[in-house]
């Protein structure tokens, strides 16, 4: 068995994508190389093993890979948080910022029930604005928000502090600088 990688390495970086000045962190290349990936959900995991999560929901679209695994390794349901109009039955609905203006996210509105715990999954945490959006709506219809949880943090773009700020304890397993 060859020796576990170091997991930001197995992470591609994309220069000036997609706009120039930015440093696109490619978790592709982590989900596809199967250590990388088992050791990423059993590193987010690993606070919570033997807690009683009720939920994991993931921000689409990466956010439905990790968090689905996630998911499965704690017994917990899992909860897809969508763009807008992208669900079939009654949903509740959050704006949210972006970097250049606004949009909506949603969820199926009997998808947590009130007091349940929940833990929030994404691929990646920069400014924090979706997150933030979909902690909001987790909390707007009653769920307990436990953590959130990210593959890579880009701290200099504040996210994970903003989620901190907001009383949300906040995992991640890599950073890298910039943008």
Request: proline letters at 7%.
């Amino acid at each position: 068995m060859s020796p576990l990688p170091d997991l930001a390495s197995v992470v591609r970086t994309i220069p000036d994508y997609p706009k120039p000045g930015v440093m696109f962190r490619d978790i592709t290349t982590l989900l596809g190389n199967p250590q990388a990936f088992r050791r990423t959900v059993d590193e987010l995991v690993q606070p919570w093993a033997g807690a009683k999560i009720d939920k994991v929901a993931g921000i689409e679209a990466r956010g439905f890979i990790v968090g689905g695994a996630v998911a499965h390794q704690l017994s917990a349901g899992f909860v897809p948080i969508r763009k807008k109009g992208k669900l079939p039955h009654q949903t509740v609905r959050m704006a949210y910022a972006l970097e250049y203006g606004q949009d909506e996210m949603e969820m199926h509105v009997d998808a947590v029930h009130p007091g349940e715990r929940v833990i929030l999954v994404d691929d990646l945490i920069a400014t924090g604005g979706t997150a933030e959006g979909a902690v909001k709506l987790l909390r707007q219809i009653g769920a307990q928000v436990e953590a959130a949880c990210f593959i890579v943090d880009l701290p200099d773009l504040g996210g994970a502090e903003k989620l901190r700020a907001m009383g949300v304890p906040v995992r991640t397993i890599m950073s890298f600088s910039g943008h």
